[in-house]
């Protein structure tokens, strides 16, 4: 699964102690939350339980686990939302515990073309939630059904 015992957790690690955003879903390997903000709301989080801080930590079969969780989440965003673009990053600087970002970016959102921590370009009328093309609710159930569809392990 990792190398890390897959109940390591480290009480000074955020994401160890936290869920790290609003629950979606949760398997013994990961969980996946989605990040409550007002500028990116289809922004979702895969956070692996284990406290790992880097890709490699993870066996094959982990990063394989790990990876269809995102790839399931980016397929809902573009089926359901259309987005220009659909952000991965991990990055771990401030929060060094392996997690994935999965964020639908949009010409009309606040940052385009920046990335989502670089400038503010524009306001968008009305807040980023209403602009959506479904409700975030809706959202959330059609990412936590394509997570569950998932091959367990």
């Known amino acids: 699964m990792s190398v890390a015992s897959p109940l390591a957790t480290r009480p000074d ?3 160890c102690r936290s869920p790290g955003g609003r629950l979606i879903l949760q398997t013994a390997a990961w ?3 989605r990040v409550e903000d ?3 709301p289809a922004f979702y989080r895969v956070i692996w339980q284990a406290h790992v801080a880097e890709w490699t930590d993870l066996d094959e ?3 394989q ?3 269809r969780a995102v790839s399931a989440i980016e397929r809902v965003l573009r089926a359901r939302l259309a987005p220009a673009k659909v952000n991965l990053a991990t990055l771990g600087n401030v929060v060094p515990h392996l997690h994935w970002h999965v964020i639908a970016r ?3 959102d606040s940052h385009y073309p920046n ?3 670089g400038n503010r370009l524009r306001e968008v009328p009305g807040g ?3 602009a959506l093309a479904c409700p975030l609710e809706t959202l959330d159930e059609a990412v936590r059904t394509a997570l569950q569809a998932l091959p367990a392990g």
Do not use: K, N, S
Request: aromatic residues 16%; contains cysteine.
């Open 128 to 130: 980023a939630r209403a």
């Open 61 to 63: 079969g982990g990063q």
């Open 65 to 67: 686990q790990c990876m």
């Open 106 to 108: 949009f010409d009309w």
């Open 31 to 33: 969980r996946v939350v």
């Open 115 to 117: 990335p989502i921590w």
């Open 13 to 15: 690690c955020e994401l």
């Open 38 to 40: 007002e500028d990116f």
